[in-house]
Every structure is written in C-alpha cells, then in structure tokens.
C-alpha cells in the first residue's frame, strides 16, 4: 500500500524518548530505560519481601507468586496493547471467565475424544468477542470505553445466563491441562505468558505491524496519512486482545479447577494498575509491553509480602493501595519524567 | 452510519423481546404455585452467581407450590443494595403484600424496612438480619455454629495441635464475619496450641488459591484448612492442595483436613473420595421453605413467640423482629448419604 516506513510517522517510536534524538548521550540512555523505572521497585519489594520473611526469597515461592500472576499478566499484554494503540477495552475480564465456560459447555456435548479442539475454540470465542468489539467500534464508530463497558456486562451477563450461575467443576482434562501442567521444572503458565510477552515485546519494538499501534495511538490521522492501514491494524490488536483474555482464563481454569461464575470480576482493575503504574499511557501512543510486565510482578510481589506477613484483612486494602501509590512515586523519580 | 438507527432499533426490540419472552417463563413458573389465600408474596433473590443462592432460586417455586403460596414475578438484586430497593418498590407497586428479600447490605436496608413498615407490609428476611427496621421474621442459620463447628471439627481431628488456614469470605458480609469470628474465638479458648492463619479471599477462588499456595509454601506443616464457602473455595483448595502432593486419604499422615461451608453436592462428592472431611450444610431448602411458611403466615396475620419450634429449631427475640435459628447440620463421611440433606437432592 505503502512505502512509507513507521519510523516516518509524526509518533517517535518508544525506545527513544521524545527529548533522545535531541539531547543526544545521557538523554538516550534515559530514554532506552524509561520503561524500566518500576526495577528499582522491584529491587525494593525484593529486599523487605526477604526481611519479612525467609520463604521469600526461595525459588519455590518466587516461581508460586510467578504462575499466580501468569493469567493476570496475558491479561496486561492484551490491555497494554490495545492501550498503546490508543483505544480501551474493559470486557477482556469478562471473557476471561465467559471463553472457557463456553467451551466447557460445548465440548462435552460435541466431543468423544477429540478434546484437543478446547483450547482453539475457548481462544476463537475470544476472538469472536474481540472481533465484535473492533465492528462496533471501528466501523459503527462508537466509543471504545462505552462500547466495551457494555460489552463487559453483556460477555458477563452470557456467562452466568449459559451455566446458571453455577461454577463449573470437574472439567475436561484439555482444558485444565495447560494452567497446571508443569515444563522442565517450571508451571508451563509462566513459559507461556514468558513466550507471548517476548513476543509482544519484540513484535511491537522492531515490527512494522508493531510499531504501527504507537504511530496509531499517538496520532491516528497522522497514522493514516503515513499509510498505515488503521482500521485493520486496530481490528487486529482487538482480535489478539480477546484470544489472550481466552488463553488467561484457560491458565486461570486450570490453576483454580474449576470456573466460579465470576471468574475474572474486578480483574479489570488490576489490568489498568499494572499497565499504567508499568508506564503505559491511558492515552495511548506510550508504553512499553515490558513496562507493563514489570507493573505486573510489582503487584504479584505485593500481594505475596502482604499474605505472608499475614495483614489484616480489614487493613489490607488500604496497605495494597498505599503500596501502589508509593510504587508509582518511586518509578516516578527513578524515571525523571512526569507522568501521563 | 448508513445503517445505524435502524439496525440499532432492531436490535433494541430483540433484546427487549428476548428478555419479554425469560419473564414469561417465569411468570408461567409463578403462577404454576396455583390459588391460595392470604395475598401474593414479592421476593427477591440477592444474586445469580452462587451455587448456593441458585439452589434457594430453584427450591422457591417449588416450595410455593407445595405451601400454596400466591408467588409474584421474583426479581434478582444482583448484590446490590440500590437493586433491591428498587425492587421492592415494584413488587409493592404490583400489589405485594409480603416481601421476602435476603439483604446482603444489612445496613442499607433500614429505611426501606421504615417504609414497608409504614405501608403495613410485613418482611421476611432469608440468610442476614437487618441492622435496624422491623423484620416479620428473619429466618436464617446460625452462622457462628458453622465457625465453632468447623472449629471443633479440626481442633479434634488435629489433637489440639498444629497449624490452620481459615479462607475467609468478605469482611463486609456479616455471614463471613460470624463465621470468622466463632472459628477464631473457638479456636482460641478449646485449642489454644493451634495456630490460624486468616486469608481475607473476598469470596474469590483466584485470591484463595494464591493465599493458600503462598502459606503452604511458607508453612509446609498446615494441616487444615478451614473454607467459609465450598461454592468457591473447594476448586482452588483441592488444586493447590494436589499440586502439592497432599490430596491424600485421610488415613495418610500427609492429608491435609479440609472442613467447609455450604453443602453443595460437590462438597458431598470430595467427602465420598476422602479428599475433604466435613461440610457444614446450609440448608438451601428449608430456606426457601420456611421464607415461603411465614410469607404466608405474616399474610394470614399470625403472630409468633420466641421458644423452640416443630421443626428442631428455636425463634428468638431480635430488637427489631423475631429470627428463626435453623439447624446446620455437619456433614462428613459417616452420613454424607444422608437423602434429608439438599445436596443429595439437586443435580
């Protein structure tokens, strides 16, 4: 269509900072780590997590509070996608509960032996639900907040009017093997969300399709003018956002054995806290997939210090939230630049 | 755009159509319950996403049936106190002349029990006792029983020693707070050498799952857990637990003794195959029986006495109403095959 490349584009692609190119040396070198400014958080957590306790720092428990964050962290990638290319999507919680509901509820009835096809089909019915998304908003020209918002009742709404309300247990074993199966020593949940964040992270720094959503999100007509096929891209990014909900609530289905009817509630939440505390910007155009990754083992550190120091429940909350807020300062000043 | 206001009509008069066409089942469900005296009977459920209360969904017509209860329309609040006020005020306006409601928000509700006490129209609370306003009757099981049971029921099986997690539904629900309360008092006073770990899970499998994994990882030697609601505790317990190795028979040294909450079958189902030992059976049935029994009563204008009742259960004076305590029994591998039980009843 084009001969336009996206480093052409008005957007300055993530890796360098607006100010990089100009202030040369130090400038670019604080730019190549803007979305790294939540490590020394990181550090942090690292550091009071082994004074708090001594399992802490153990392997065994790292890779636990790893593989309870890996349907949460498929979640991220998707938001953070869609994010970045400058749109929104709240129904991705639900779908991590309704796609393998629904495939739970077909694949006994249509399948003998043939459960290979649970998986595919939970993360088709995501598409399905991302795909539908991407008509309303891009060709009915809705917004995508109140579109989504709606959609997230309506996935939700299907879920519990399809199982009665009722968790779903005992299950086929193909669609609780992927969430506790483990890999060379390791829950395969991590190795999958590791593969598909590397992915991300690669696919959106050097590909073109890529590095077409930071053009898109920064500016959209600007996008256009480029050469870049917006509505498709954008169409796309919804689609992959839906299938990897799906895949979440696979992981998630096969960590919990069981599907409660309000799997992936209030996931949403958590969703936009480690995306935006990882530095993706809720106006799209910024961000990075790895910030977000970082945002996503800031939360799962937390949540791991705060059970093992056994807080209150009533208290806990507060401490969560007072936590985040300390987190987003000290990325803040770790990265020097004003957040969005 | 071409298409828009058209294609939007329609597929607003489909969804609205859709949703005409559920309200006539229901009403065909309704009026199944047949011609009775007294006046009709508003109720509503608080929730369409837990095994437990879909079980009382499903017992309701039934029971009014066999009650001969004129049943209305019920409607569903969906865990929102605002939803529940709302309607209330349509079932009043419809021509309820007793309303039954199970109020998860136990604070929020007083001033609409103000005015349906003014309107002269009498209330019959199911699982949670209003703060304040004027109940007919509150009819409910003695959650602190479920705490001190499940207390009991571990202290003896760990001879008075060890470590325990209690999985704790939300602290704004006063079930879960009762329930917590009993099992850590208990705990305190018969078994002293016991330790609790308390995981506020927000009646949420993923938080339970994550806690419970993170505490065996720090204190491999638990050995029971203590769970406020089977409906969606028991998954996440039983997978950690078999991830670990430890869903073994009870006659094992390794098995971990799981008490629970609720009595859904499939609390009954992981007793018969010893990989929990006790439920602690809220009985979803004589819920709905008993909500339905003094609808229909507050309807006829009879009044009641706190004391012992017909049926193994004792009324006792609230401020505010009367509350009728009914029996909890505890289930566990010796009479999990028990037909009274609603577990065994439903599929």
């Known amino acids: 269509m084009s001969t336009a490349t996206p480093s052409a584009t008005p957007s300055p692609p993530p890796s360098a900072a607006p100010a990089g190119r100009l202030r040369a040396g130090a400038g670019l070198r604080l730019g190549r780590f803007r979305d790294l400014t939540l490590v020394p ?121 399809l199982t009665g309300g009722k968790s779903l247990f005992e299950l086929p074993e193909s669609i609780m093997y992927l969430g506790g199966a483990t890999w060379l020593g390791v829950p395969a949940s991590i190795w999958i969300a590791a593969v598909l964040f590397a992915a991300g992270i690669v696919g959106l720094r050097y590909f073109r399709a890529g590095r077409a959503l930071y053009a898109i999100g920064g500016n959209p007509d600007a996008a256009r003018a480029a050469g870049i096929r917006v509505d498709r891209v954008l169409w796309t990014v919804f689609v992959i956002g839906g299938a990897l909900a799906a895949l979440a609530g696979v992981l998630e289905t096969g960590r919990l054995g069981g599907i409660s009817a309000n799997q992936g509630v209030g996931w949403i939440f958590m969703v936009f806290a480690a995306s935006v505390i990882g530095g993706v910007s809720m106006d799209g155009g910024k961000g990075t997939v790895l910030g977000a990754l970082t945002g996503v083992l800031v939360i799962g550190l937390v949540e791991n210090v705060l059970t093992l120091k056994g807080v209150p429940g009533e208290w806990k909350q507060l401490v969560y939230g007072g936590i985040i807020l300390v987190a987003l300062m000290i990325s803040r000043v770790a990265g020097g630049k004003a957040q969005d | ?159 008075g020693k060890g470590k325990v997690v209690q999985l704790m539904g939300a602290l704004s629900s006063i079930n879960g707070r009762d329930r917590a309360e009993a099992f850590r008092e208990c705990m305190k006073t018969k078994f002293p050498g016991i330790t609790v770990f308390d995981e506020p899970t927000e009646w949420e499998g993923s938080k339970a799952a994550s806690m419970l994994q993170t505490r065996l990882e720090q204190n491999p030697d638990i050995k029971g857990v203590y769970m406020h609601a089977g409906g969606v505790h028991l998954a996440p317990t039983l997978q950690v637990l078999k991830a670990k190795g430890l869903l073994v028979q009870p006659d094992d040294p390794k098995h971990v003794f799981v008490v629970s909450n609720d009595g859904i079958p499939q609390e009954f189902d992981a007793i018969r195959k010893g990989e929990i030992d006790a439920t602690v059976s809220q009985p979803a049935d004589l819920y709905a029986k008993y909500a339905l029994f003094y609808a229909k009563a507050a309807a006829e204008g009879t009044t009641f006495q706190p004391g012992p009742t017909d049926h193994d259960s004792t009324i006792i004076s609230l401020p505010n109403g009367l509350e009728d305590q009914l029996p909890a029994p505890l289930v566990t591998k010796d009479n999990v095959d028990d037909q009274n039980l609603w577990g065994n009843q439903v599929k």
């Open chain 1, 41 to 161: 958080v990181i550090v942090v957590l690292l550091v009071v997590g082994a004074f708090v306790d001594p399992v802490f720092l153990t392997v065994g428990n790292l890779t636990n509070v790893l593989q309870q964050q890996s349907a949460l962290a498929l979640v991220v990638l998707a938001e953070a996608m869609i994010l970045i290319a400058g749109k929104f999507d709240l129904s991705l919680e639900s779908t991590v509960g309704m796609a393998p509901a629904i495939t739970v509820l077909v694949i006994p009835a249509t399948a003998g032996g043939s459960g290979l096809l649970a998986i595919p089909l939970c993360l088709l019915i995501g598409a399905a639900i991302g795909a539908f998304n991407g008509f309303l908003i891009l060709k009915f020209q809705l917004s995508a907040f109140v579109v989504t918002l709606a959609m997230m009742i309506v996935v939700h709404g299907l879920h519990l009017g």
């Open chain 2, 1 to 159: 755009m071409r298409f828009g206001p058209v294609v939007a009509g329609a597929a607003l008069l489909t969804i609205i159509t859709a949703c005409g066409s559920t309200g006539d089942d229901a009403a065909a469900t309704g009026g199944g319950s047949g011609t009775a005296s007294g006046g009709k009977v508003g109720i509503d459920f608080p929730r369409a996403d837990s095994d437990f209360w879909n079980s009382y969904s499903k017992y309701v017509p039934q029971m009014a049936g066999e009650l001969k209860v004129e049943l209305m329309n019920p409607t569903n609040s969906q865990n929102d106190v605002a939803k529940l006020v709302a309607n209330t005020q349509a079932l009043v306006s419809q021509g309820a002349k007793v309303i039954v409601m199970a109020p998860q928000d136990t604070g929020a509700i007083a001033s609409t029990l103000q005015q349906l006490e003014n309107k002269k129209i009498p209330v019959v609370s199911v699982d949670t006792r209003p703060d304040k306003g004027k109940v007919y009757m509150v009819v409910r099981a003695d959650n602190k029983a479920y705490g001190t049971k499940a207390c009991e029921f571990l202290g003896e099986k760990l001879g």
